[in-house]
């Protein structure tokens, strides 16, 4: 490993002397065979086994490996916020400002030394994945962002909101003044992520440590983000170290790529070697079980970790009999509509209420046997839709229809119109495989309760059959029943997510409801649950509607696929036709904005730049409307493809506006 | 937030009516009234009673009157501020508990403050030090505190005063004090006397108090913002107090609605043991002698109290907690 990394490193020297960045010559971080344990009651746990690699001045390395590969402690180990429990047992960190700086053993400094705390965010800064929790509620953006400054640098009080407003303006708020005294409540995810970035650099940090820093936005606001760290990083000149799982982005940002698994460096050096010659079994396994838009379509994932699984016998009688209805349509989703109330308080007496339109006019039809997919940013009504299908939530208008039987004998359901004993008896139908493996399952309950309670509920078969039946569906989601007295802790993210699948099936369902089941996975347990799904509708003939917000993973699963846009279908098209033939401009967009795992296909920063700053509806004609919204319909491009546009609008001129 | 605190002021209308219907009746439940309690007391000193001084007594105070009719004449003088008389003093009730009142105020002032001043610097260091010996040890004296009887407690103390340093500490000033103007002797005299029931009251409020800081402490010093704050370069005792501390507060300001009636009950039990002149010995007479018009309403000052405390709290918590502000009358 030692090898490694110093080839490496005599790489990287080659290629800086040539490099853009002649001014940052030496290493800002080096971390020489660094050692760090857990203590875990009372037994030391080793989680990281002598890592070695730099961090270049002004450059980017990227730190990829798979959770608990020991990414984020060794991070923390760097910054000094390791927790209580973990602690350096050998090596050094030696960090270097400036060339001709001496460096400095932050390995051997305490972290609460004063020397520490003054690097902390002002030479070295973090931002985190989780914007949502990682701003004080209590204080303001403007005080959270201006205590930096005031640690760290020695300036006025009255200089300081100038310069936070400053800051603020520049990494993309809409309205700086404003924001300064707002509250990280009053945010939206990508605002808030914008804010800890403006934190992290306020003092012009030599290193900014960015832990997995767009994982928790959907795709167009994870390449904002990332456009925007790297114009800061050229502005600022500071070197990064981006901590990620996703190939795509370390494509995108990387000049060099360091990869760990389980507390060891398996690989390090520039990019293009990484991607184009990868050595260890670990990074080829790796970049084979991340699904990306350049894969054939009917490529299959390689798992890091298969499974196997089986079909119980009690379930094949009802598999063939469904298979013979493939293709006629299962739901039929007509004119669905839902609005929410908000009431913005505004003033002493209340204010004026605000509608919402979750999901506006939503048509589309679900067929036996495919999946149909659904994709969108965050907060378009992708969850929503669903939500109304299943009856979670009440409709504001429209229909669903479920249809049965075929030919004559064929009889529908109006599911909107069920009442409360017709909704339960209907729940046998409709499963949903839901985002959180974590909370979606009761931490107070076993795994046999988890999969018992369904069959309770609508009484199938007496306590014996369900506890045969539940041991069943262990096997089916490759988990062996011996684990059925368990606690979901005890479980893995990926393992939990195929309870939270067998707990859907508990209930022999015909349509299982999908909300973005992987992505709260690690890439490597993803391929391994998405195979896994793949397999099961083919094998018990299910039909399901799958959403998320990355393409890729849409595009390996789905048969169909709808683009939702502000609580509209703006797209809908077989899988092959959206993504080889995309016409609207919103899906195309959604396309620019997805990172390849490869380095022919960059991310167009510009573009991305230029796009945020035109937000909203600008769309050519005829995609955009003309009065209010009335005027737009979804128009047949060809028999499986179908664009939102001004009603009456002619194909040919559609497909060629485009 | 006007708008808020207007409709939480008209809803403590019928939670105030609802819990004068609760209080009276219960005053009602057991058998009998004043007049027999009183005549029962006469006959067992000995003392001949005339059926006709009864029957006065009974007309006098109203009691002969029907349940119902009895209820709204009390509920409608305590709203003009009349709060009755009460039978045993022989005085209004507001007289009665008028003069006890200040000294209850004192005695429960001193507690409370007793328990925060011994309860934050420990409770924060339980929480900072989690696992530690020290953690340990002040949770193993916080949990005695909390399992001790504070009468047993006082009954202890008051034996241990008396046999080792020979001093008698009940009541809550020496015996020539009493009904006397404030002097400085007078003073310095109740502070004396004040000591020990602080103490004892205290005990076991500290303990639960430590337990609590300590909980929501935890829990906020493990979310994210904690980092953050690290990270930035916060002096770790500034990092706790700005952020974690300041979070784990919601809990003690949603508290104090409670403390308002706590500061006039006075500790009804230890103070009958201590034979402190607080207020607390007074309602448990009351209501053993149903002396029904001091009993009811003082019932009645505490409810008030009770929901005039938890409007207060929830108010400061707007003011202090934006979530809490910024999410009223968002609807879903």
Known sequence: MAQASASANKTNEGEQQGGVSRDYSHDIIRVDDLHLAIDLKGADIEVIRGASFRIPAGKTVALVGESGSGKSILSQAILGILPNVARITAGNIWYRENASDQPLDLAGLKDDSAERIALRGGKISIIFQEPMTSLSPLHTIGNQIGEALELHRDIARNEVQTTVVQMLDLV??????????????????????????????????????????TTALDVSMQAKILSLLKELQLKLGMAVLLITHDLGVVANMADEVVVMYHGQIMEAGPR??????????????????????????????????????????????????????VDEVLLKVRGLRKEFTTKKSTGWFGGTANVLKAVDDVTFDVRRGECFGLVGESGCGKTTTLKLIVRALSASGGSVEWLEGDGDDQSSI???????????????????????????????????NILKEPMEVHSMGSKKEQAAYAAELMRLVGLQPTFLGRYPHSFSGGQRQRIGIARALALRPELLVCDEPVSALDVSVQAQVLNLLKQLQEELGLTYIFISHNLAVVRYIADRIGVMFKGQLVE???????????????????????????????????????????????????FSSQTDGSDMEMITISENHQVRAIIGSDPATISKAS | MFRYIITRIGAMIPTLLLASIVIFTIIQLPPGDYVETYIGELIASGESVDLERAQYLREEYGLDKPMIQRYLLWIGNFVTGDFGYSFEYQRPVSEVVGNRLWLTIMVSMATIIL?????????????????????????????????????????????????????????LMDAEYIDQPMSWGKFKSILEHLIVPTIVIGTSGTAAM????????????????????????????????????????????????????????????????????TTGPLLIAALQSQDMYLAGSFLMFLATLTVIGVLVSDIALGFLDPRIRLAGGAER
């Open chain 1, 414 to 448: 109006d599911l909107l119109g069920l009442n409360n004993a017709g909704v339960k008896a209907f729940r046998r139908k409709i499963q949903m495989v839901f985002q959180d493996p974590f909370s979606s399952l009761s931490p107070r309950s076993t795994v046999l």
């Open chain 2, 210 to 277: 430590i337990r609590r800081i300590r909980a929501n402490l935890l829990d906020e010093l493990q979310k994210q913002y904690v980092v953050t704050a690290r990270a930035k370069g916060v002096p770790p005792f500034k990092a706790l107090v700005k952020y974690p501390l300041r979070m784990s507060l919601n809990f003690f300001v949603a508290d104090i609605g409670s403390l308002l009636p706590t500061i006039i009950s006075g500790a009804e039990i230890v103070a009958i043991v201590l034979s402190l002149q």
């Open chain 1, 272 to 325: 293009e070697a990484i991607f184009k010659n990868p050595q260890h079994q670990y990074l080829k396994a790796l970049l084979h079980a991340v699904p990306d838009l350049s894969m054939g379509y009917d490529e299959k994932l390689q798992s890091l970790r298969d499974i196997d699984h089986e079909i119980p016998a009690s379930m094949i009688g009802e598999i063939t009999e469904r298979k013979t209805h």
């Open chain 1, 572 to 622: 809908m098209a077989n899988r092959e036709e959206l993504f080889e033939n995309p016409i609207h401009p919103y899906t195309k967009a959604l396309l620019d904005v997805v990172p390849h795992a490869d380095l022919d296909h960059p991310l167009d920063f510009d573009r991305i730049n230029r796009d945020m700053a035109a937000e909203g509806r600008d769309w050519s004609f005829p």
């Open chain 1, 172 to 213: 993309g708020f809409p309205n700086p003044e404003a924001a300064w005294s707002m509250y990280p409540m009053e945010l939206s995810g990508g605002l808030r992520q914008r804010a800890m970035i403006a934190m992290a650099l306020i003092c012009h940090p030599a290193l900014l440590i960015a832990d997995e820093p």
């Open chain 2, 115 to 171: 328990t925060w001043v011994i309860a934050f610097p420990i409770g924060i260091y339980s929480a900072t030090h989690q696992y530690s010996w020290g953690d340990y040890g002040l949770t193993f004296f916080g949990l005695l505190g909390l399992a001790t009887p504070n009468f047993l407690l006082a009954l202890v103390m008051m034996y241990f005063a008396q046999t080792l340093f020979g001093v008698s500490i009940g009541g």
